[in-house]
């Protein structure tokens, strides 16, 4: 069954400190991962999307990475500010001969404190 | 620039009450069209997908229907509530089906009372 798992489903950090988001996923054969930024009560943000070949990219203060052995991405979030709060979704999209299906994780929920 | 809206943005209804949610696409034609739920402490969930006008697949059986009548509106609809169809119903629009980048629209939220 493809999934996408993430951890942790809550963080708190201080503003002005890095953290680092994971998520694990099971889905194939894999197209592209995505990261989306999500605030509260609003529609999914894109922030980074990154296919088989690409293990790094880069979108301001965020950095993702992705390891297509291990199934593995990561959302690093460098110095991070108090617009920061808000949940991160990854989604993984399958390869399909027509309409490819995004598989969402639940997110992990960041608080930036001041 | 390419712009969705979606209203109304929040909506209190009774159940067994008729559903209506409109999703509207600017600045791009014949895209394709989605309508996801997103339940508290859940991913998102496929309702509907729709590549054309007047066509419209579902993901899962449930208590609501999507239609297409134009290039870019697509339509939630229900004829009778239920307490479970509460929930934030986000529309997404794309550009074509290979590389599928979604784009979300703000989101309805529906309180089935």
């Known amino acids: 069954k493809n999934q996408v798992e993430q951890s942790p489903q809550s963080l708190i950090i201080l503003e002005g400190k890095n953290c680092t988001l994971q998520c694990n996923y099971t889905v194939s054969p894999f197209s592209n991962l995505r990261w989306y930024k999500q605030d509260t009560g609003r529609g999914p943000v894109s922030l980074t999307i990154?296919?088989?070949?690409?293990n790094t990219k880069s979108n301001g203060r965020y950095t993702a990475t992705l390891d297509a052995d291990t199934k593995q991405s990561s959302l690093h979030i460098t110095a991070s500010q108090l617009s920061d709060s808000a949940s991160y979704i990854c989604?993984?999209?399958?390869?399909?001969?027509?309409?490819?299906?995004?598989?969402f994780g639940t997110g992990t929920r960041l608080l930036v404190s001041p | 620039s390419q712009t969705i809206h979606q209203w109304p943005a929040t909506l209190v209804q009774p159940v067994g009450s008729p559903l209506s949610l409109e999703c509207t696409v600017e600045?791009?034609?014949?895209?394709?069209l989605y309508w996801y739920r997103q339940a508290a402490g859940r991913g998102l969930q496929l309702l509907f997908y729709?590549?054309?006008?007047?066509?419209i697949s579902s993901e899962v059986p449930q208590n609501l229907s999507a239609s297409r009548p134009q290039d870019r509106q697509f339509i939630l609809s229900s004829k009778k509530l239920l307490l479970s169809d509460s929930g934030f119903y986000l529309c997404?629009?794309?550009?074509?089906?290979?590389?599928?980048?979604?784009?979300f629209g703000p989101g309805t939220r529906l309180t089935v009372l």
């Open positions: 600045g791009t034609s014949n895209p394709n």
């Open positions: 989604v993984v999209s399958d390869i399909g001969p027509g309409f490819q299906k995004l598989v």
């Open positions: 990154m296919t088989f070949s690409e």
């Open positions: 997404a629009w794309s550009r074509d089906r290979r590389y599928n980048e979604q784009f």
């Open positions: 729709s590549v054309g006008i007047g066509q």
